[in-house]
């Protein structure tokens, strides 16, 4: 069983309360748009990190993470890229991964909106973290945890974190 932290979006931002919401989480998940090393860097000296880059990432952050990472966690095959898109409206470049061999979960961030849905059609659960820093629109920064346990996901929370 593992305690999961995850987030999208910091844009270089950096918040101590990051640390404190993750305080009980055994690693942390970062879905793109990291903005700075230095994010990164405090991340994972904190908890063990994976993360994936994001459209907006730079060169050094292109060459520490891939635009797309799959892994297995807790006996659950995990898949996490920044532009994915939802249930119903994948991006065209995930959709064939998606559908050969469908993870049982899905993360991707970008949209800034915090979205859970599970697809019927795959059979998976799709989290969009929504964005944890301040770069856009947003009105509320959101974080998630999660367990990860036995192949399933649980005790799903939203962190909301006021602009």
């Known amino acids: 069983m593992k305690r999961i ?11 101590d309360r990051y640390l ?13 748009d990291i903005g700075s090393t230095e994010v990164a860097e405090r991340l994972s000296a904190f908890r063990t990190f994976r993360a994936v880059c994001g459209n907006c990432d ?3 952050l292109r060459r520490l993470y891939k635009e797309r990472l799959r892994w297995t966690c807790e006996g659950a095959d995990v898949l996490m890229t920044h532009i994915g898109g939802y249930p119903g409206r994948y991006e065209p470049h995930i959709r064939p991964l998606l559908f050969a061999r469908p ?17 019927k059609q ?7 973290p929504g964005a944890a820093g301040l770069q856009g629109w947003h009105q509320v920064r959101t974080l998630v945890r999660f367990t990860a346990d036995d192949g ?6 939203v962190i909301e974190i006021p602009r």
């Open 103 to 119: 993870p049982k979960l899905f993360i991707s961030g970008h949209s800034h909106i915090l979205k859970v849905e599970f697809d």
């Open 152 to 157: 399933a996901f649980r005790d799903l929370e």
């Open 20 to 32: 404190t919401y993750f305080e009980e989480c055994d690693e942390i998940w970062h879905a793109g």
């Open 5 to 15: 932290g995850l987030l999208s979006d910091t844009h270089s931002y950096w918040d």
């Open 58 to 60: 730079g060169g050094d």
């Open 122 to 128: 795959l059979g998976l659960l799709h989290i969009n």
